[in-house]
């Protein structure tokens, strides 16, 4: 028996014949017996799980396998076992995290969140002029498919797109071109992968480097950004900030980000959408057919 153990019902998986779907949503009340952990050989990880998953693969050694659900597999790389096949979910949350980079420029921009905060307290904002998405230059630095996306949303806004990844490719530019290219950006989104090359890539020199009044989206991983260089950066008032992430992650209550001005902060919900579900389920679908058929699966994350 091949054993799948994944947060969905067969039904909704419809596994080829020769596997045997097991659900587990993560929670300890939930674990399956020693005797069926035993027999998985491919685990499709919850969004969201209760306890190491180190801990859990250990427990089963037949494990060859391990489907995530996220993009970002910064926090999970770690604990897989030698020898076990890591996969991401590249693509099934482009349409989504596009979805709210286009909704955090807009709304900083246009200052949605001081309108939210006169109407709770029952006022009429005082008008003022707001910056325009229009005309603006946005960088879209960790050009994937994501970046694809999120351009693909801005196709209507009258903006232009500067591209950059970590080498330079055709009609992308490479990271070493950064200091040349922020003093020419109003906008800069981040969704690089979090790595030791990323980790405070946005930091003082970075954020000293983009010019007057633009503005900083971090879609990626909170520890991309050094928080301790943005927040000098927003008291001063001379730099904007969309954060879905942030270092650390959850904010602890009182944070200086909380009360930085011009600051918008959502709690990492760039992924949590509708349409999440029906598109981690068809590419789980495609895994399976691909276990069972012996192909090369999809999204294999290198280590």
């Known amino acids: 028996m091949t054993v799948v153990l994944a947060p969905f019902a067969a039904d909704e998986l419809t596994p080829p014949d020769g596997l ?9 009340e939930d674990l399956p017996p020693d005797e069926v952990l035993e027999q998985v050989e491919l685990w499709v990880l919850p969004y969201s799980l209760a306890f190491p ?18 993009a970002g597999t910064d926090g999970i790389v770690a604990q897989v076992p030698d020898g076990v096949v890591l996969c991401n979910a590249r693509g099934v949350h482009d349409a989504a995290t596009a979805e709210l980079g286009v909704g955090l420029i807009i709304a900083s921009l246009r200052g949605i969140p001081s309108f939210v905060r006169a109407q709770d307290e029952g006022r009429w904002a005082a008008w003022q002029w707001w910056p325009a998405l229009a005309d603006r230059r946005v960088m879209i630095l960790g050009y994937g498919s994501i970046g694809e996306a999120l351009e693909r949303r801005l196709a209507g806004f009258e903006t232009e797109i500067v591209r950059v990844a970590s080498r330079p490719r055709d009609g992308v530019h490479g990271v070493a071109e950064l200091p040349d290219l922020l003093p020419e950006v109003d906008v800069v989104v981040v969704l690089t992968p979090l790595t030791d090359a990323t980790r405070h890539l946005v930091g003082t020199d970075f954020l000293a480097a983009m010019k007057d009044h633009a503005l900083l989206v971090n879609l990626a991983r909170g520890p991309v950004v050094d928080t301790a260089a943005l927040l000098v950066e927003l008291q001063s008032g001379r730099l904007r900030a969309a954060l879905d992430v942030t270092d650390p992650e959850p904010l602890p209550d009182g944070h200086p980000l909380f009360s930085a001005p011009n600051t918008l902060i959502t709690p990492h919900v760039a992924g949590g959408t509708s349409a999440m579900r029906p598109r981690v389920v068809a590419l789980v679908r495609d895994q399976l057919r691909r276990f069972v058929a012996g192909e090369d699966l999809a999204n294999r994350v290198s280590r």
């Open 20 to 28: 045997t779907v097991v659900r587990f949503s993560g929670s300890a």
């Open 53 to 70: 998953l180190g801990e859990l693969a250990a427990r089963m050694p037949r494990l060859r396998v391990i489907q995530a659900q996220s």
